[in-house]
T-cell receptor, first 118, second 118 residues
Framework: KAGVTQTPRYLIKTRGQQVTLSCSPI?????VSWYQQTPGQGLQFLFE???????NKGNFPGRFSGRQFSNSRSEMNVSTLELGDSALYLC?????????????????FGAGSRLTVL | AQSVTQLGSHVSVSEGALVLLRCNYS??????LFWYVQYPNQGLQLLLK??????LVKGINGFEAEFKKSETSFHLTKPSAHMSDAAEYFC????????????????FGQGTRLTINP
């Protein structure tokens, strides 16, 4: 069973540019979440998508956006890049988030996309 | 707001010694708790999870964790450290409101970097 696939793995951008990161979840997983990981702030929740709808959003500016397609694949976009956006962006997928047992669902993470902003 | 505190950003043990990584959560309602491990340049891998069944949870690679409601703790242990255990470890919680919503969001601690001395 293929895992969570994130592309690209590494990328370098300059301030002011925009970037799009892609995530293909495990087959059958309908929930996709995004996290930003930095040495200073640790792992911070960006947003979660389920059935093409954003279900939760973390405390990030509007420059950070995302979407989910009908096949559950997801993309996140960061516009007007700042130096502080340099981070490892992790995508995670999980099963359906509905129902009383969904709290026990495990997030399966991809290897991440490492973004460097110069 | 719910939070997770990992005591000690760095822990160093000798090969063969006991590994103890501490995690405390803040919640009046026991949440679901998870431990993840991250090796360099990789995503997060699930070690184990607590979902209100047995309080002593066994995971992969010989790790286990005990949920103690009275202490609001979920410490991770391994009886005998191996060089391959060197990595960063994250404790995470899925909060009661998120469980009710069916949201798959996790709140992570700041992480503990484990070093194994030969």
């Amino acid at each position: 069973k293929a895992g969570v696939t994130q592309t690209p793995r590494y990328l370098i951008k300059t301030r002011g540019q925009q970037v799009t990161l892609s995530c293909s979840p495990i087959s059958g997983h309908r929930s996709v979440s995004w996290y930003q990981q930095t040495p200073g702030q640790g792992l911070q929740f960006l947003f979660e998508y389920f059935s093409e709808t954003q279900r939760n959003k973390g405390n990030f500016p509007g420059r950070f956006s995302g979407r989910q397609f009908s096949n559950s694949r997801s993309e996140m976009n960061v516009s007007t890049l700042e130096l502080g956006d340099s981070a490892l962006y992790l995508c995670a997928s999980s099963l359906d988030g509905r129902g009383p047992s969904s709290g026990a669902n495990v997030l399966t993470f991809g290897a991440g996309s490492r973004l460097t902003v110069l | 707001a719910q939070s997770v505190t990992q005591l000690g950003s760095h822990v160093s043990v000798s090969e063969g010694a006991l590994v103890l990584l501490r995690c405390n959560y803040s919640s009046s309602v026991p949440p679901y708790l998870f431990w993840y491990v991250q090796y360099p340049n990789q995503g997060l891998q699930l070690l184990l999870k607590y979902t209100s069944a047995a309080t002593l949870v066994k995971g992969i690679n010989g790790f286990e964790a005990e949920f103690k409601k009275s202490e609001t703790s979920f410490h991770l242990t391994k009886p005998s450290a191996h060089m391959s255990d060197a990595a960063e470890y994250f404790c995470a919680v899925r909060t009661a409101p998120d469980i009710i919503q069916g949201a798959q969001k996790l709140v992570f601690g700041q992480g503990t970097r484990l070093t194994i001395n030969p």
